[in-house]
């Protein structure tokens, strides 16, 4: 099982994904950033603010923070009580990881497929300030679901192998 997950991980297309949402994210902080100053400016200079720029930077929060998930999946720094576990046997350390692993990748599933019904749902309703479909924001929930549900799946095939605490 770990040749699996080492073969996912270093696959073309997983790669060029990471990479995609690496640009992704990078891109929509500083459009947030970019965002947030004109908004201030324009509400403390010239006393005028944007209307829709609140709105804007609410989604691109939204987006940035979900995709952001599915690399503290793959890096394993999503926070975690593991006080514990510190002081467990490498085995029971190992077992308690996959289990924790396990876990994760069912609740993507349900993550995934709630997340589309209520993307499907909603295809008539549009932001009230940008006038956008609001099914582009909840895109980012099946979307984010899935890009963290194959991150795991990559973990939990690759810990199967671990054979030494310094896998972990």
């Keep these: 099982m770990q040749r699996i997950g080492n073969f996912l991980d270093n696959h073309f297309i997983v790669t060029s994904v990471r990479q995609l949402v690496k640009i992704i994210i990078i ?7 970019l965002v947030v100053f ?11 603010p944007f209307r829709w720029s609140e709105e804007l930077a609410r ?15 793959r890096e ?25 692993l396990l876990l994760i990748v069912f609740y993507l599933i349900i993550v995934i497929v709630y997340g589309a019904r209520i993307v499907s749902v909603i295809t008539k309703q549009v ?3 940008m006038q956008i479909p609001i ?26 192998g671990a054979k030494n605490k310094k896998d972990l």
């Excluded at 989604?59 to 999946?73: D, F, G, P």
Aim: hydrophobic share 60%; aromatic share 16%; proline share 3%.
């Design 127 to 129: 932001s009230p300030a």
């Design 59 to 73: 989604y691109l929060q939204v987006w940035m923070i979900i995709l952001t998930s599915s690399i503290c999946i």
């Design 27 to 33: 891109t929509m902080f500083g459009l947030l950033v």
């Design 38 to 48: 004109a908004q201030v400016v324009a509400r403390f200079v010239f006393n005028d």
């Design 135 to 160: 099914y582009l924001v909840y895109l980012a929930v099946p979307i984010g679901g899935f890009l963290m549900f194959v991150e795991a799946l990559i973990s939990f095939f690759k810990l199967t």
């Design 76 to 100: 394993g720094t999503h926070l975690a009580v593991d006080y514990a576990t510190h002081a467990l046997p490498f085995i029971y350390r190992k077992l308690l990881k996959l289990l924790v």
